[in-house]
């Protein structure tokens, strides 16, 4: 059954692009918080999105400064540039969606903001959450917190939306989880099957950028 949520106040963490669910949380939200004090942790979507490549999904990282990691909140961690991370994110994200419809207009408007280098691994994450809102239409207020929250008493998905969590999807959860075009998977893009399936012809909750480059304005749609 279909349903529709609404979410007094949500609390997220900062992430790198970050999936679907995480702006399907936001589009049925009243007000968002972003948890800007926490400590950072590995293997989240805080610096890592996950497209979809040629050979099926691919997790992109960007990598932070090692000796940050356990000292300081994530609002202070910052980006190693170091490592020729950007580079390759820019071309893993043409080779995956440069054959969709619009990717190339959505490129023009996120690349910028990766070029920029900022410092910060929060600050990056904040622009291209800023910039997604806005190629969305998703008019949500969005704030960040003063000091870390411990209990939250709306929804809290800073465990819930993350690599780790063994549930459904939030979209999932709610019957929205529907199936669109996929550049690599695509037989039958009506049939809904999960990953790890040797027929898999779609697969949910990938970054926003898939969602975006096969969608393109119908996207902020899709969520609500």
């Known amino acids: 059954m279909t349903v529709s949520p609404y979410f007094e106040e949500s609390l997220l963490t900062t992430a790198y692009l970050p999936p679907v669910e995480y702006f399907f949380a936001i589009a049925h939200s009243g007000r968002v918080w972003i948890e800007q004090w926490e400590n950072y942790q590995k293997q989240s979507w805080r610096n890592r999105c996950r497209i979809l490549a040629a050979g099926g999904p691919e997790d992109l990282s960007i990598p932070v400064v090692k000796e940050e990691r356990r000292s300081r909140p994530i609002r202070d961690i910052r980006i190693d540039y170091s490592e020729p991370w950007l580079q390759q994110h820019i071309r893993s994200f043409s080779a995956a969606y440069n054959a969709s419809a619009y990717y ?29 809102l806005e190629l969305l239409d998703l008019q949500v207020p969005i704030a960040l917190t003063e000091a870390f929250v411990k209990d939250f008493c709306f929804f809290d998905g800073r465990d819930r939306i993350q690599p780790k969590y063994k549930g459904k999807s939030l979209l999932a959860e709610y019957g929205r989880e529907q199936a669109y075009y996929q550049v690599f998977v695509n037989r039958n893009p009506f049939e809904l099957v999960m990953p790890g399936s040797d027929r898999a012809s779609f697969i949910p909750n990938l970054s926003i950028l898939d969602l975006l480059s096969a969608e393109g304005p119908d996207a902020g749609n899709y969520l609500r």
Not at 104 to 118: F, V
Request: no cysteine.
């Open 104 to 132: 190339d207009y959505y490129a023009d408007e996120l690349i910028p903001i990766l070029e920029r280098r900022p410092v910060f691994l929060f600050d990056l994450n904040l622009a291209l959450l800023e910039k997604l």
